[in-house]
């Protein structure tokens, strides 16, 4: 798997790169206009954009069709997509940090609480919409799944909110705003393992050529 | 070990296409060259054996073992027609993906057969010419001690220079007995070459599998006229033609052909002859 991994990081290198500087110099600037902390809802989302660049260059390369007579399982195929999309969802909220980080050190107002609720909120609305797109990558051709993976960070938004006047019924969201993004992180977890195992079961079965 | 690679009763159905039963085996330090026209079943059936497909029936055997696991895969380098590797990745970047992907991956190996190649390591596989992409997938599929070689039409669209020196190194890699390659081609003259089996695919079935020399050095084709071939005994008759000016005879043993029709003309028959006359012939 870890081969995989380093071929994935090859093709997203420029990517991850660009997103690493945007999400820095757009963090600075955007802290004369709004709170710094809420670039943690975007920098996820924008990070895992590789991933579905390294998906397309695959297909386009018939990369998986190769991959698939070395010793790598399909279970590691889609483990390794997976964990490569969590990985960049990581890295997009850590270098969001860094001038959450650098700004709060000049004296700026950012707290920990607002930092674990955009937080939640940017690694929910990610894991959702990975938890859409990554199974249909592997179901659907490549303009088809790139369809999908756009309608997925729309799809996702939906759902929190969806997610958020549920649990408005069993408690006040207002109140308790952590907590409820909270739970929605949890059930953003849990859907995308359930998504992993899904992928896992499609794409044992799909014929590869 | 006997066979390096088996297949026996390999079923898969498509809408328009059915490969059926097909067996055949590649023993261990031979080339066996499968051919047959585009669409016959040749990829069809190498991407059921290297679970590429879910095969609906039948066997597969690779290195004496029917399950297809890591260790196993360790042990074959496979090659499809075009490299399939990333193109934004350069050799020397595919050695590092490849190194972590392959126990048994010998760098050493990998770079001297890109120098051997003069294969550039840090040119972008995308500005590759498609005979360059070839040779580099060659090389990678030796780099891990592979002792089974399979190739899909790996050399279709290459210049007879390049075809050439990797024929050369096909038969290099059979000097060990150990090793053995399974080649699917259309190029039947490149299989004339190296091959010392042929197994012939038409349809989705196997029509035959025999050595090489067999069809070179037995196989022939009478060429007469309809009065002759009138008088010839039909079940001597594997397939004809009737050609502009005269009838085209597959035989499977050309001498008593000649003894037993000596007016006849009976001329060698190439695999691409042979060929030709099993699909487009009559029985």
Known sequence: ?209 | MANAFMVSGLTKTYKDFVLDHVSFTVPSGSIVGLIGENGAGKSTTINAALGLIQKEDGVVSILDKEELDGDIKEQIGVVFDGSNYPEILSPRKLNRVMKNIYRTWDERVYFGLLKQFSLPCDKQIKQFSKGMKMKLAISAAFSHHSRLLILDEATSGLDPVVRDDILDMLLDFVQDEEHSILVSSHITSDLEKIADYIVFIHEGKVVFEKTKDELTERYGIIKCGAAQFDALDKSDIISYRKMDYEWQILVSDRERMQKKYPKALVVPATIDEIMLLYVKGEK
Not at chain 1, 44 to 72: E, G, H, L, Q, R
Not at chain 1, 116 to 139: E, N, Q, R
Not at chain 1, 195 to 201: E, H, L, R, T
Request: hydrophobic residues 55%; proline residues 2%.
């Open chain 1, 1 to 209: 798997m870890k081969g995989v991994l380093v071929k994935d990081l090859y093709i997203a290198r420029s990517n991850i790169l660009v997103t690493i500087v945007s999400l820095v110099v757009l963090g600075f600037g955007l802290s004369f206009l709004l709170e710094t902390s809420a670039l943690l809802v975007l920098a996820p989302v924008a990070a895992t954009t590789a991933a579905f660049i390294s998906i397309t260059s695959d297909a386009a390369s018939k990369w998986n069709k190769n991959v698939i007579t070395m010793p790598v399982s399909r279970n590691q195929i889609i483990g390794e997509k997976f964990l490569f999309y969590i990985l960049l969802a990581a890295l997009g909220l850590l270098t969001a940090l860094i001038p959450c980080v650098v700004l709060a050190c000049f004296g700026m107002d950012i707290t920990l609480h607002s930092l674990c609720l955009y937080g939640s909120i940017g690694i929910s609305a990610t894991l959702l919409a990975g938890g859409i797109s990554l199974p249909c990558a592997y179901l659907f051709d490549p303009e088809k799944s790139q369809i999908v993976f756009m309608m997925s960070f729309m799809a996702s938004t939906g759902i929190i909110t969806g997610l958020v006047l549920l649990i408005n019924l069993v408690l006040s969201v207002k109140e308790n705003i952590l907590l409820a993004f909270g739970i929605v992180l949890i059930i953003s977890v849990i859907w995308f393992f359930i998504s992993y195992q899904i992928a896992v079961k499609v794409y044992q079965k799909r014929d590869i050529s």
